[in-house]
């Protein structure tokens, strides 16, 4: 089932795209983002940007939520994927 953005926040369309391509990613091995980003009618660059943010969810979940916009929590994700690759 495809995730519907109707009223929904950008936090809750990044969970339904996770969902929606990691069902994907069960059924189908050769699944990628680009697959999720054709089927959903949206670009490679956002859906890789809403599964980055669900998947720092999982362990900020709290500093996410109280992010205003998409784009402080893009920046906020990638801030936090430079410092776990450079051991901070």
């Known amino acids: ?28 091995i050769a699944w990628r983002v680009e697959d999720t980003a054709r089927e959903l009618h949206r670009s490679i660059g956002a859906v890789s940007q809403y599964l980055l943010i669900a998947s720092f969810l999982k362990t900020h979940e709290n500093q996410i939520k109280r992010l205003e916009t998409m784009k402080e929590a893009v920046s906020f994700c990638k801030d936090k994927k430079r410092d776990m690759l450079v051991g901070e």
């Open 1 to 28: 089932m495809r995730p519907n953005p109707t009223k929904q926040t950008w936090i809750d369309l990044a969970i339904s795209i996770r969902n929606y391509h990691v069902s994907k990613l069960k059924s189908d």
